[in-house]
């Protein structure tokens, strides 16, 4: 292991400076500075991150992000080996090609670059390692709850585009814990996230939720989907209606959410939208006729046969956006729903517009969804990650000497 050769090689730094036994056990730089449960950080280690993020210009306290990192590795390796998780030495030198491509060099001239500056290769391998290694443990924890479906991915690609003009209707449990019933309190999380049906959801909010909506079953009023925190929204915005959110890790309690249902704010003009839409022209004669094409038909697809081949009608059909639109037919478009119709006189002349779709992208190629969904898996994975994290730090013996 990585780890296993920063100490040797602190080892033999130490034999070289040619300190005494004694001195060497009260001023040793291997010596450790934190313990996480069975493993310790040395003088050492924390002292060459201290430099590895400062030569990178890591921004904040480089003294305590260095503490934080080198903590989280700890569990984060701790974790790989309960699920015998290894990365290979292929991919250990890929990750370091990339991460040393930033700064246009190779990984020898990195290395060289960072050792005139007293930073040794293994600090830099470690780091790597280490990164590498959680995304297999969260891809293999989490992999088959991120998946994305094709009706997520238009939502959510809805949700990211129109942030502002769509409300969702949520129902949250809040369920506090102290550190000693914290697994006690993940466990009913866990098994509430399984719930479907929104009222046995409620349900379960009267019994476990804190929150202030326990009362009335956890239920929210229609909220603005861009005054949402930023920690819950790529959690909303890949659900659909009736599904839980995985529980996500606040610093106090863990928060649980049941997406009821999604509109677009009725006040405001979708500009960006493709829009599939029909019109039907007649004479005012046929009025009547007109009128009951509009309280008859299903869909857009089924019109053509209603119509048939009658001549007093003209069928078309167009996809524009919006502001392609004249401004009579935007005038009655941006009221309706799909599948929803008006009829409009004009010029003694009767027109029927049929809302057949809104489409938020007229055509996409098979690389492109996928892109996409990899996108949004890989915003989930970074938030179930954290939280992941978080419960691993809450549940370790964390001692900073």
């Known amino acids: 292991m990585v780890l296993n050769k920063i100490l040797l090689t602190s080892i033999l730094i130490f034999c070289t400076v040619g300190l005494s036994e004694t001195k060497a056990q009260k001023n040793s730089i291997f010596a450790p500075v934190i313990q996480v449960n069975n493993t310790v950080i040395t003088e050492f280690e924390f002292d060459q991150r201290v430099k590895f993020l400062s030569a990178l210009k890591f921004p ?14 700890r569990l984060k390796q701790s974790e790989s080996e309960k699920l015998n998780i290894i990365v290979s030495e292929t991919e250990i030198e890929d990750a370091l090609k990339r991460f040393a491509s930033r700064t246009n060099l190779s990984v020898n001239e990195f290395i060289a670059e960072l050792k005139k500056i007293g930073i040794y290769s293994e600090t830099f391998r470690s780091y790597v390692e280490t990164e590498l290694i959680w995304q297999k443990v969260v891809r293999k924890k989490f992999g088959a709850q991120s998946n994305i479906s094709n009706l997520q991915l238009k939502r959510s690609k ?13 129902t949250e449990i809040i369920i506090p814990f102290s550190s000693q019933d914290i697994r006690e309190k993940e ?61 996500i890790r606040l610093p106090k309690a863990i928060a649980l959410f049941q997406l009821r249902d999604i509109r677009e704010k009725k006040d405001v003009k979708a500009q960006a939208e493709l829009l599939d839409f029909v019109t039907v022209d007649s004479n005012l004669s046929n009025l009547k006729s007109l009128e009951y ?97 978080e419960t691993l730090k809450d549940n370790a013996r964390i001692v900073i000497k």
């Open 60 to 73: 904040g306290n480089s003294h305590q992000l260095a503490r934080t990192q080198l903590i989280e590795e």
């Open 158 to 170: 809805s949700i990211a585009k129109y942030e502002d003009t769509v409300q969702v209707l949520l």
């Open 187 to 247: 466990s009913i999380a866990n098994r509430l996230k399984n719930i479907k049906a929104i009222e046995e959801f409620s349900n379960a909010a009267r019994k476990h939720s804190k929150a202030p909506t326990a009362n009335v079953g956890g239920r929210i009023k229609w909220q603005n989907f861009d005054t949402l925190p930023e920690i819950i929204k790529p959690i909303i915005f890949g659900l659909s209606p009736g599904e839980v959110s995985e529980p």
């Open 293 to 389: 094409i509009k309280n008859n038909f299903h869909n857009c697809t089924d019109l053509a046969a209603k119509i048939a081949d009658q001549v007093e009608f003209t069928l078309i059909r167009n996809k524009l956006f919006f502001e392609e639109l004249p401004d009579p037919i935007a005038a009655v478009i941006e009221k309706l729903d799909s599948n929803e119709a008006k009829i409009i006189i004009d010029d003694k002349k009767s027109k029927l517009v049929i809302l057949c779709e809104r489409n938020y992208q007229e055509k996409s190629t098979i690389e492109t969804i996928e892109n996409d969904k990899n996108v949004l898996q890989n915003t989930r994975l970074k938030y179930l990650a954290r939280s992941l994290l």
